[in-house]
């Protein structure tokens, strides 16, 4: 059996879990609990350790989704859940105070994850806040030298969560045939 | 691989920006275990001096007055013929291997220099006789089905509509290549972007008039607003019009709101009446051998995702590289290469790169994830589940 990660990230409240449950062949695994901190003004029930799901490809090999928990405080697991990690899976809100910090802020805190893998970032919530846009995000990274895919996703939407995530692929690996 | 030597060969780059020069230094200490070393003209052993530069022809005149028998690389993007025999040509965009080639038969000249030159083994550096007839090198087409699993994601129909079926073309054929260009102000696509290029001066709503229905571009909001649908719309789009004169009208307040339209972000009713009008066809005056630049990654969620698109966006987000490199590369049909350009450039996320160094060095071959069997896996059961919603 060969058990491989992708990594959902980002702040409370952006969709991680929702995003796995799209594309999961498993009820996704949550661990919501009553939020305790500011995460409770963004919902009333917050990942507090991970979320879960799963692909399976054939019999013996599966996709394992990991979601990190929001919350800052729970950083000390973020290190761990990447290890062994294909690629991160990046979500900011559109509708927060500051996405752009968020952005900056998640990148920064999986700065040697994503040097060995590649990210790509799934801006929600844009239905309830057009602004900033997607080209805004892109130049915010201008001078980061890497080209990053940014796209608009609803992560209710399977279409949306699926083209995050092959995009990553692709990125990982351009020659890739599906 | 030749075992390196214990002292660096001495090189120099005559004709050549920072950038490119930046990028010589790179390769040699990545590629080249720092074998050579990049120096001034007057102290370096080998020479490679670009004939594309300004002056370029002269530059090699005075540079053999100066050093008549110093072993020189002359690099162009048109073919040359080396005139001496100290003097070997390579054509850009060099291939990192020919380049290698090329240094280290002049670094055993420069061995040999005192013993007999007639002695060294001739140079086969031209590139292979595909290529110097203009023809791509025979690839291994990809398996049928990968081919159609990816296209399948659109149906027949509107792979058709939005990506034509035309064949692979030969670069150097004139007449082929005639038929590969559309010029996108016959268009609607180029009427829209008089549209555009008007709200943005006056920043205002603008309607684009014509026998088409009503497309009413909202600049502040980023919207456009079409009283039809697509299937309504899109024979004005694929069919040109040299003639007609489209009248664009500032637009008044009060038709801002219609009731039953279709309403598209700008950028993605752009996107796709380039896709219609261009049927895998390219903006004319596209030069097919420039390597082209990805600005950045298109909003594919939003956008019609044409086969292909996302392996091509990802490879131009690495490195520019021509449509036809981009094709061989991913050994796929030009025509997505061209209909993802055509949409890509029409939202001026795309076009030709302009400076000296993109042309420099040939593009690396893409290297495979080392997980490539299991992400290619991965992409397909993405694709299948995809298909079933």
């Not at chain 1, 690629?87 to 996405?99: A, C, Q």
């Not at chain 2, 120099?12 to 930046?22: K, L, S």
């Not at chain 2, 100066?66 to 054509?91: C, K, M, N």
């Not at chain 2, 023809?135 to 659109?154: C, D, F, G």
Request: net charge neutral; proline share 7%.
């Amino acid at each position: 059996m060969s058990d491989y990660k992708i990594i959902f990230s980002g702040p409370v409240g952006v969709g991680k879990t929702t995003a796995i449950g799209a594309i999961s062949d498993v009820e996704p695994v949550t661990t919501d609990e009553q939020a305790t901190d500011m995460a409770r003004t963004q919902k009333p029930g917050t990942t507090v350790a991970m979320d879960y799901g799963m692909i399976k490809l054939g019999e013996r090999e599966r996709i394992h989704l990991y979601g990190t928990p929001g919350q800052e405080r729970f950083d000390f697991m973020w290190e761990i859940l990447t290890q062994g990690g294909i690629g991160l899976i990046l979500l900011v809100s559109n509708n927060r105070p500051d996405p752009f910090h968020d952005m900056h802020f998640f990148l920064d805190t999986f700065k040697a994850f994503i040097g060995n893998s590649k990210v790509v970032i799934g801006v929600t919530q844009m239905d309830l806040a057009d602004k900033p846009r997607i080209e805004d995000y892109h130049l915010q990274l201008e001078d980061s030298g890497v080209k990053i895919p940014i796209f608009e996703v609803d992560a209710r939407m399977k279409n949306d969560v699926s083209l995050l995530v092959e995009a990553l692929l692709y990125s990982l690996d351009p020659g890739l045939e599906g | 691989m030749t075992k390196p030597p214990s002292v660096p060969i001495r090189m120099a780059a005559i004709g050549m920006d920072q950038r490119q020069r930046n990028a010589l230094r790179m390769l040699f200490s990545t590629k080249c275990g720092n074998r050579y070393v990049l120096m001034e003209e007057d102290s370096s052993e080998i020479c490679i001096l670009d004939l594309d530069a300004f002056g370029g022809e002269r530059l090699w005149e005075e540079f053999r007055e100066r050093h008549p028998q110093r072993p020189l690389i002359l690099v162009s993007l048109r073919a040359r013929e080396a005139s001496d025999d100290f003097t070997l040509f390579v054509q850009k965009p060099i291939p990192v291997d020919r380049l290698i080639t090329a240094i280290e038969h002049q670094r055993r000249h420069l061995s040999a220099k005192n013993e007999d030159v007639a002695h060294l083994p001739p140079l086969d550096i031209q590139p292979p006789l595909a290529e110097q007839a203009g023809q791509p090198e025979i690839q291994q087409p990809r398996k049928q089905h990968a081919t159609r699993k990816a296209a399948s994601l659109m149906s027949e129909s509107m792979e058709r509509a939005f990506v034509g079926t035309s064949p692979n073309i030969d670069p150097k054929d004139p007449e082929q290549l005639a038929k590969i260009y559309y010029n996108p102000e016959h268009y609607l696509q180029g009427h829209l972007q008089q549209a555009l290029n008007l709200a943005v001066r006056h920043n205002k709503d603008i309607a684009v008039e014509g026998p088409w229905p009503a497309i009413h571009l909202f600049y502040e909001s980023r919207k456009i607003r079409v009283s039809a649908k697509e299937r309504q719309l899109r024979p004005y789009c694929t069919i040109p019009d040299a003639t007609l004169e489209v009248p664009l009208r500032f637009l008044d307040q009060e038709k801002n709101s219609a009731d039953g339209a279709r309403e598209y972000s700008i950028a993605a009713f752009h996107w796709q009446l380039a896709l219609w009008a261009s049927r895998g066809r390219l903006p004319i005056g596209t030069d097919l051998s420039q390597p082209i630049y990805l600005r950045r990654w298109p909003n594919f969620t939003r956008l019609v995702v044409t086969p292909y698109a996302l392996a091509i966006a990802a490879l131009w987000a690495e490195q520019p590289r021509s449509l036809v490199d981009t094709a061989q590369t991913l050994n796929i049909p030009q025509r997505y290469v061209f209909a993802f350009y055509s949409a890509a450039k029409a939202i001026q996320l795309a076009g030709e790169t302009r400076r000296a160094v993109d042309t420099l060095l040939a593009p690396s071959a893409v290297e495979k994830s080392k997980h490539h069997g299991l992400l290619g896996r991965l992409l397909g059961r993405l694709r299948g589940d995809k298909e079933q919603t």
